[in-house]
């Protein structure tokens, strides 16, 4: 069986596979994996195949997709999104974000871009994450990965100036929502001291559709770097894997306690 499932933000995907499985009697002891990962900030579609139909996971993690992306300019992390630590744009005082500029580079995110791998995600160097690699302060010991993401499309975009203090308490309550070691207790000092601060802000909303593999998130990190002004990516909803779509979702409501993920029966 092939179900859809909405991821909310704040959850790991295994969070979301394991909720529904605990409130699916049907579900309890089948085999389950999910296609295709959603970071702990991001929400919406994820695809979950039990049973017989987990061997065909490698012919679903190739399937374009489509996000609801808010990019934020103006404040960059080393996460590329806002469950990070907050980085100095650059070593010199930053660029304040240029509206039409800001809203220019996102209408032209259409083709390929060849872009590392964010530091702080799951892809795997020499059989390690490159996470722990991160965490570990290693990264100096590696290569980050390249890989080429492909912007097909991109549609419906608006952007408008925020202030810090505005976006304060839904970053802190996103960071919230976050259980498990992702340095929330750093990353909510950081919004904070930055707020205080009060620097220019801009966000850019659009829809993208994306090749396989994409990270919507290294996107806008290599966005805020051409613009001199720092950017990460602020909210991402994914809607569309391939022909599965996010309106037919099953809704994930009820986090799962760490006893129920040992045994979900």
Same mark, same amino acid.
């Given at each position: 069986? %092939? ?24 579900? /309890? ?21 039990? #049973? ?57 995110? /259409? ?30 010991? %590696? ?8 912007? /097909? ?21 996103? %960071? ?64 569309? %894997? #391939? ?23």
């Amino acid at each position: 069986m %092939i179900l859809t499932l909405h991821k909310p933000p704040g959850w790991t995907p295994l969070e979301a596979m394991e909720a529904l499985r605990a409130r699916t009697p049907a579900l /309890t002891g089948e085999p389950m994996v999910y296609a295709g990962r959603l970071d702990p900030m991001a929400e919406g579609l994820l695809l979950v195949l039990t #049973g017989d139909d987990r061997y065909a996971l490698p012919a679903h993690l190739g399937h374009d997709k489509d996000y609801d992306a808010t990019f934020l300019f103006g404040v960059c992390s080393d996460t590329f999104d806002a469950l990070g630590r907050l980085a100095p744009v650059a070593p010199v005082a930053p660029v304040a974000p240029d509206p039409s500029a800001c809203v220019a580079a996102v209408a032209g995110l /259409t083709g390929a871009h060849d872009l590392p791998l964010p530091a702080w995600s799951a892809y795997k160097v020499q059989r390690r994450p490159l996470h722990a690699w991160a965490h570990e302060g290693r990264l100096h010991e %590696i290569v980050l990965p390249v890989r080429r993401m492909q912007v /097909t499309a991109v549609g419906q975009v608006s952007g408008a100036p925020v202030r810090a203090d505005a976006l304060l308490d839904d970053v802190l309550a996103r %960071i919230d929502r976050v259980q498990g070691q992702f340095r929330q207790d750093q990353a909510r000092a950081d919004w904070l001291a930055r707020a205080a601060e009060d620097p220019a802000l801009f966000v850019v909303r659009a829809t993208l559709t994306v090749s396989s593999g994409t990270f919507v998130r290294a996107l806008a990190h290599s966005l805020g770097e051409r613009l001199g002004c720092g950017g990460l990516l602020l909210a991402l909803r994914r809607t569309r %894997i #391939g022909d599965y779509r996010a309106c037919d979702a099953h809704v994930s409501d009820e986090r799962v306690s760490e006893t129920q993920l040992r045994d979900p029966r």
